[in-house]
C-alpha cells in the first residue's frame, strides 16, 4: 500500500464561472480545466514504505513466535498423553494380578486356611491401585482433551485397558 502511495496521484479540475465586465457590457460565461500532478521530490513516500516494511517484519516474527509456541505446546501434550497412557498400562499390569491374587485369597478363606483380616487388606489394596488406575485414565483422558482442543479435531486414541477377570466384573463372591 505504501509503495501504490509513493506514486503520484494526479488530480483533474472543471470549473464553470461567470464573471462580469467592469464597463458594463454583459458577464461572460468562463469554463476553467487544470490538471494537477504532484511532484514526490523530497519524500517520496519513504517514511510511509518505512512504517509497512516495519509493521510486515513485526507481523512475520509474531506469527513464527506463535508457531513455535503452538509447536512447543503439541509436543508437551503429546508427551503427557503418552506419558499417561505408559502409567496406565504399568498400573493395569499391577492390577491384573492382584485381582487374580484375591480371587485365590477369598477361595483361601472359604476353605478355612486363611483369616478374614488378610482378605480385608488385600482387597484395601487392591482398591487403592483401582483407584490409582482410575486416575491415570483421568489424568490421559484431560491430556487427550487437551491435545484435541490445541488440535481442533479429535483423535483417534484409546487408552490400554485393564485385564477383565470374574472379580473385576462382578466383584467378590
Do not use: K
Amino acid at each position: 500500500l505504501a509503495a501504490r502511495e509513493a506514486i503520484p496521484s494526479p488530480s483533474v479540475s472543471f470549473q464553470v464561472q461567470r464573471e462580469g465586465n467592469p464597463a458594463g457590457e454583459l458577464a461572460q460565461w468562463v469554463m476553467l480545466g487544470g490538471m494537477q500532478v504532484p511532484l514526490p521530490l523530497w519524500r517520496r513516500g519513504r517514511p510511509e514504505r518505512a512504517r509497512a516494511e516495519a509493521e510486515r517484519t513485526i507481523a512475520e516474527a509474531e506469527l513464527a513466535a506463535d508457531g513455535a509456541l503452538l509447536e512447543g505446546e503439541l509436543r508437551s501434550l503429546a508427551r503427557e498423553l503418552h506419558t499417561a497412557a505408559e502409567e496406565v498400562e504399568a498400573v493395569a499390569a499391577e492390577l491384573a494380578p492382584l485381582d487374580r491374587g484375591i480371587a485365590e485369597l477369598e477361595r483361601s478363606f472359604e476353605l478355612g486356611e486363611i483369616d478374614l483380616l488378610d482378605v480385608a487388606l488385600a482387597r484395601e489394596r487392591l482398591f487403592l491401585v483401582r483407584t490409582e488406575h482410575l486416575g491415570a485414565l483421568a489424568r490421559w483422558a484431560n491430556a487427550r482433551t487437551r491435545l484435541e482442543a490445541l488440535i481442533g479435531d479429535t483423535i483417534e486414541a484409546t487408552p490400554p485397558r485393564a485385564p477383565m477377570t470374574p472379580s473385576t466384573n462382578g466383584g467378590p463372591r
